[in-house]
Each structure stands twice: as C-alpha cells, then as structure tokens.
C-alpha cells in the first residue's frame, strides 16, 4: 500500500508540473482509454436521477462493507435488535439527500489555478462517466514549509450509485495550485475503501452541520 501512494504521488507530482508547461496531450490521451474502460458493467442511472431513496440504497452498500465492530455503539444506542447500518443509512440519507442533488458534478482529473487571479484552468478529460460528489477525505501526507504537497483519500458518490476510491495528489506553491485526480478502484469489497468508518461519519457529520449553517464543508 506504501509503495501504491508513493507511485501516486510521483506520478500525479509529474502530471501537474507538465500541466504548467503546457504538456497536456498524454496525460488526456491516458483519461480517455480509462474512460472507455470504466464503461464495462456500470449500474444503470435510473430516468429519475437521484433521489433519497436511492442515497439511502446506496449508503446502505457501503456500511455493509464496513465491519460489524464499527457499529458497536449504535447498537447499544438502539437498544432493540435493529440493524444498525439500516438506522444509519435512514438517518443520513436524508439529512445528505439536498447536498448531494444540488453538489453532484462532472470531476476534472486537473484542476487549479496560478495565483494571480486568473480563470481557474482543468483538464476537459473527467474522471467518471457519470456526476459524482465527495462524501469523505483523509490527508495522507504533507511536506514543506515553502510549499504544500499532500496525497489525499478521497470517497466518492457517484450518481449512478457507485463509490470511487480516489487519490488526489495537491501542490501548492507561491499563490499557486494544482491538483490530480486518479482513480484507484471502485468500492466493491472491504479492501477497496480509502477511509475508516469514524472518518467517513465525521466527514458525513461536517457535511450536514455546514449545510445547516448555510456554507461550503471543509473536507477533511
């Protein structure tokens, strides 16, 4: 797993310092063969797009995924025998439903800016084939007083109810930054998921009291 980050942090580091120099034209053609590819075996997007009962369904599959330990304390809180997992994908699916619909988006593999004010810049090439929504992140590591660089764990949703375990490598410098998404895997199994289940519900958790304060969440 050690050697898995370090090779996403070379290879994303290369990837935005060729963005500065104009050198784009690899990096896209390598997006668009795993574009085709990730087209194998996807759910299909129900007409009506997303809805609660569907963020519902969809939290449900990935606390399933989490071991049993990790909702020790809600069955104390319960009390009466039910499913934990249940209550908890009840209980966030529709505090998260309105942000979720509203926050749903196209997620460029480069994004950033300069520093100096200008448009920001990303990559046309998207890294899923549907909308998508971050719903957690954990940093990694970070490195520099001159200069931030940090690999992140990233969860998202996707509107077609698949979860995508993502890198995100971000180096910022002199105003500036620049950010590079790879996709990892797509939540399938335990062993796919990025974020232990205490992180996923603070992230759930800062979601929902950001929203209610009417502002932007900080993720991590």
């Known amino acids: 797993m050690k050697n898995k980050k370090v090779k996403a942090i ?10 500065g120099s104009g050198i784009l034209c690899a990096v896209k053609h390598g997006g668009q063969k795993k574009t085709a590819a990730m087209a194998v075996d996807e759910p299909v997007l ?16 990935l606390f399933r995924l989490y071991e049993d330990s990790e909702f020790d304390d809600l069955v104390e809180f319960l009390g009466d025998g039910s499913d934990p997992r249940e ?15 509203k926050n749903m988006k196209d997620v460029m593999r480069l994004e950033g800016d300069d520093g100096t004010g200008k448009e920001p810049f990303s990559m046309t090439d998207v890294l899923f084939c549907y909308p998508a929504c971050m719903i957690s992140c954990e940093i990694m590591e970070l490195f520099s007083d001159s200069f931030g660089l940090c690999l992140e764990s990233e969860i ?16 910022a410098k002199d105003g500036g930054r620049g950010s590079y998404r790879l996709l990892d895997t797509y939540i399938k199994n335990p062993g796919d998921i990025p974020v232990c289940f205490d992180d996923l519900e603070s992230s759930l958790a800062k979601i929902i009291e950001a929203v209610e304060e009417g502002r932007e969440p900080e993720l991590p």
């Open 10 to 19: 070379l290879s994303a580091v290369a990837v935005i310092a060729a963005a």
């Open 46 to 61: 129900h007409e009506e797009g997303l809805t609660e009962e569907k963020v519902r369904e969809y939290l449900l599959r």
């Open 87 to 101: 209550y908890a994908a009840d209980n966030y699916s529709g505090q998260l439903f309105p942000y979720l619909k």
């Open 156 to 171: 998202w949703m996707l509107e077609n109810g698949e979860f995508a375990s993502v890198y995100c490598v971000s180096l």
